[in-house]
């Protein structure tokens, strides 16, 4: 990616779309007025057990381009990113954001990157997202560090 878009033209970096999958945390934490109680002077407190830190976790697959996130999609409670899920449920609506993003092109001109999960270079993906007009940028094999989500959207 970096030979490719190393000239001066930095317009063309808006025209690349990336994602990945990421787990999202979620809390139910109580704040101190909703655990606080009366209590007589003779008695004791009741003990509140400490609560854990997450109270469970989803998956997104989150999509962006230099000017934003472009689209995220939930999977499903209990679900693994599949090729399927992939082509069928995720692709379709990212794809169906740029073209609302850009009414007048569309997809067209636009390059997809994604790392090299599973789901992600089976050759259903590849077909479709080939069908669909992009440019599949290629990730490079045992990369995990060079992924721009790493550096331009989770930052951790």
């Known amino acids: 990616m970096l ?22 945390y979620y809390y139910d934490i109580q704040s101190k007025q909703q655990s ?7 008695e004791q407190p009741d003990t509140i057990p400490k609560q854990t ?5 989803r998956t997104f697959a989150v999509f962006f381009s230099t000017r934003g996130i472009i689209e995220y999609v939930m999977l499903p409670e209990k ?7 992939y082509t ?3 692709l379709p609506q990212v794809f169906q954001a ?5 009414p007048k092109t569309g997809l067209r001109g636009m390059k997809f990157h994604h790392d090299n999960a599973p789901a992600h270079t089976a050759r259903k993906t590849k077909d479709y997202i080939k069908q669909s007009g992009l440019e599949l940028i290629d ?3 045992y990369s995990p560090d060079l992924a721009p989500c ?3 959207l989770y930052l951790l």
């Open 53 to 57: 830190r997450a109270v469970g976790k």
């Open 3 to 24: 030979l490719k878009y190393s000239k001066k033209d930095s317009r063309r970096w808006s025209e690349v779309i990336t994602g990945d999958e990421t787990w999202i």
């Open 79 to 85: 679900h693994t990113v599949t090729a399927t899920w």
């Open 36 to 42: 606080s109680k009366w209590i007589f002077e003779d």
């Open 150 to 152: 790493d550096f331009w």
């Open 139 to 141: 990730h490079p094999p």
């Open 88 to 90: 069928e449920n995720c």
């Open 98 to 102: 740029v073209e609302r993003l850009r």
